[in-house]
């Protein structure tokens, strides 16, 4: 039997159907095809109004961009063509993540619009109406004046898809990363740009996950809290970039979720400190800094930052015979006991 999605969000969702290949196609699955994969898409934004005539858009040439290959994603966001596709589309499940939620976007002529991760504002179109045009972030705005437009999109999208027919890859921006010579480091400023994930809106992103969850009931993979950055991985270390393992896992749950082998609306739980997990051989290969990650394990326990599971489970794969390690390890067990 074979299964068709769309992927409605970022590379957080994107490099999940991947499997964690950055530089794959379509999906790793031979029996899950994807039609769309509609990136640098704010659903709220969505539901707006288009700012421009289409005609206008149409005359954005490549060129004029940073990035040559946004051109098609840029057009779509100003259109306003999400929902069209959507509804529109052959594929019976979507795959969605609200990173683009935590992005600004723009506002011009009474409407709002995604701006494709800045790329508009690089447009000779954006800069013939640069003084009217100003920009805004829903992280920083209060619930009632996006809500209900988040509200509308699943109103819309629901038409076709059922709540079992939907997955949110729920979202945390990372605020660390695994650096090439095994040290857990900060992810540095120049990667929390307007257009980039910033870990200063998780909680926001949370409440809004949350309320999507309890009033639409899809299913969820809440396991990206969990995990970090890779410079191994990754050459960008945007906090939405995270570790292979995030991808291998969150790729079994949706896959496991399509092929209808779980029930399960919340998958929460992760495979840390299971040395047969897929792919632990590969992941041993990286470097790792004990003694620095020590102090940020504590560091992490008494901030109450749920990342430390994380960190202890490498201390107990690089460093198992350390005595302080051997503690934290029982400590771990008595939690889990309680």
Partial sequence: MSYT??????CVSRISMLDGDTKGHNTAASDIDMQYFLDKQNIAC?????????????DIKAEELWDKTRLRTLKQSLNKDTIDLLLNSRAEWIVMDLFDMQTDFAVYNNTLFSTCAHEFMNTRLCQKNAADISVANFMLLPTWIYYGMVDLFFEKIMQKYDSDHIILNCFRANNYYLSKNGRIEVIPD???NPFQANSKYNPQLSELEN?????YNPYVIDISKYFMGDENHWSNLNGAH???EFYRESF?????????????KYHSE???????????DEDIKRKFDVESSIALFEKLLNDNDILWLNVLDKLNTYAQDDNRVKQYMKFLENSLGN
């Avoid at 309320?211 to 009033?215: A, Q």
């Avoid at 079994?252 to 399960?264: A, L, P, Q, V, W």
């Fill in 270 to 280: 992760t495979r840390l400190f299971n040395t047969e997990r897929r792919g632990f």
């Fill in 252 to 264: 079994d749950i949706i896959c496991s979720i399509i092929r209808g082998e779980t029930k399960n």
């Fill in 5 to 10: 999605v769309n992927i409605l969000g970022s």
């Fill in 190 to 192: 120049k990667f929390r």
């Fill in 242 to 244: 995270f570790e292979k």
């Fill in 211 to 215: 309320y999507i969850i309890n009033k």
């Fill in 46 to 58: 969505a539901m707006y109004p288009p700012p421009f005539n289409r005609a206008e858009v149409e």
